[in-house]
């Protein structure tokens, strides 16, 4: 099976989903994590087009380590838009190129934009990717898949169906988010979080609602 995360930022597939995508990879599927924005405004000192190109190699980083693809639609932070043309063909032609068995997106009422515009995105052009007249030469439509949504960012107005127990994957997604070293100090210095305190915390809290030490919670919209 082919796993994509259509996912807002750098980091995101680490703070949402990794322990799940580690299970997945461990039982022989592929997974191609994709970052839509290029997380170019998450720092208080570096200037954006630097931190760009940090932040793809945190992200290529944290990705190879496990074996996982890493790609990006290089979009700027706080810009990302499910209304613009250029940026639904880009989405459009990294799901062709994937063709998954399912996507991986953020809950589309997450607090922050470019997560809920990366939900739509992901929506809306999962289908469009499996009509075989929309722009073919961004690639041959692929089968209509099902799609995820991860938790919310703050864990709040978001109940899962499906719960996933990555106890033996936690050690290896805080390895990975400790890649992703120009966030953790902005992350603290910016909103005050303790990025990898705060992933156990709420890894754990779902864990709590499913009876295990630490888990990943997802809602299902069969397509």
């Known amino acids: ?8 930022h750098p ?8 322990g799940t995508l580690l299970k997945m990879k461990k039982a022989g ?11 170019n405004m ?11 190109d940090i932040r793809r190699k945190e992200a290529v980083k944290a990705s190879t380590m496990v074996g996982f693809e890493c790609v990006t639609a290089d979009i700027g932070d706080l810009t990302v ?6 940026q639904k063909m880009r989405v459009l032609k990294i799901i062709r190129e994937a063709k998954p068995d399912l996507i991986i997106t953020h809950a589309p009422n997450d607090y922050m934009i470019d997560h809920r515009e990366v939900s739509k ?21 692929v089968d209509l898949m099902p799609l ?13 169906t499906e719960y996933v127990d990555i106890t033996e994957e936690f050690d290896t997604v805080a390895d990975m988010l400790r890649c992703h070293e120009s966030q953790l100090v902005w992350l603290r210095d910016h909103d005050g979080i303790d990025v990898l305190e705060t992933t156990r915390i709420y890894s754990q809290m779902r864990g709590a609602q499913c009876g295990v030490k630490y888990a990943e919670g997802f809602r299902c919209l069969k397509q």
């Not at 599927?29 to 290029?38: D, E, F, L, R, S």
Request: glycine letters at 4%; proline letters at 5%.
């Open 121 to 141: 995105l992901a929506f809306d052009m999962s289908f469009a990717a499996s009509c075989p007249h929309f722009h073919p030469e961004l690639g041959e439509a």
């Open 148 to 160: 995820y949504y991860t938790t919310t960012s703050d864990n709040m107005d978001f109940q899962p």
């Open 42 to 52: 998450g720092h208080m000192v570096i200037m954006p087009d630097e931190l760009r």
């Open 1 to 8: 099976m082919r796993i994509l995360t259509l996912l807002a």
């Open 81 to 86: 838009n499910a209304a613009d043309e250029d």
């Open 11 to 18: 980091d995101d597939m680490e703070l949402h989903c990794a």
């Open 29 to 39: 599927h592929t997974i191609i994590n994709c970052h839509v924005a290029n997380g």
